[in-house]
């Protein structure tokens, strides 16, 4: 359904959506959450995303509980969206945050597959350590869905699995076969290497 108008901190929270716990089978939390702060015109027509990053973030950590934050725009997106400092007030709000870069509706290109590894690696840590784990890219949909379905992969879920799981958190994630596609294929590699085996 469309909703005119301006979507604010204020009158609309930053929500978080969570990945079902047994997903992972870890104690820490994986949720899927929108470009904190991001000012722009949404996909649907009428609507103006008027955020304030502040705000946005502190409500990631303290109402979210939000220890990292892991960020898939790309260093131009920052600018785009309002948001060039999204790092130094993560910083300042408690969020540890890290980068990795994806081009929007796409997935990691190819050679990255080491860079690709040492992000899920990051992102297992933290939830073996109890912490809390938020995806962000500009909409919450496509690059946040593929790197949460990744995650879940990575502990054995087929990429059916992971994907469903990911979308009865956020139905909207992973927008195209190109993105499902990568996650099955990172399922493969990893399997052949026994990558994850050795954690």
């Known amino acids: 359904m469309t909703h005119a108008g301006r979507l604010t901190s204020a009158d609309s929270p930053i929500k978080v ?6 997903a992972h089978g870890t104690p820490g939390r994986l949720g899927l959450t929108f470009a904190p702060g991001k000012r ?16 946005d973030m502190r ?21 785009d969206l309002g948001i060039p400092d999204l ?9 540890r945050t ?7 509706a796409r997935v990691p290109r190819a050679g990255q597959e080491g860079e690709v590894d040492g992000l899920i690696a990051t992102v297992r840590s933290a939830l073996a350590a109890g912490e809390t784990v938020v995806i962000h890219c500009m909409g ?3 690059r946040t869905g ?7 992969t990575s502990y054995g879920l ?3 699995e992971a994907i469903r799981y990911v979308r009865v958190a956020q139905p909207k994630a992973l927008e195209n076969e190109l993105q499902t596609g990568y996650v099955a294929g990172a399922e493969r590699r990893w399997a052949s290497a026994g990558t994850w085996a050795r954690w």
Request: with cysteine.
């Open 158 to 160: 087929s990429a059916e």
């Open 98 to 104: 890290e980068h990795f870069p994806i081009q929007d």
């Open 87 to 95: 790092f130094t007030v993560a910083e300042a709000c408690g969020v």
């Open 17 to 22: 959506f969570w990945v079902a716990d047994a």
């Open 140 to 142: 919450g949909h496509g």
């Open 146 to 152: 593929t790197v949460a379905a990744l995650t879940l």
């Open 40 to 55: 722009a015109h949404g996909s649907d027509e009428g609507v103006y995303w008027d955020r304030d990053l502040g705000q």
């Open 59 to 79: 409500r990631l950590r303290e109402v979210h509980g939000a220890d990292l934050l892991v960020s898939l725009l790309e260093d131009f997106e920052y600018e």
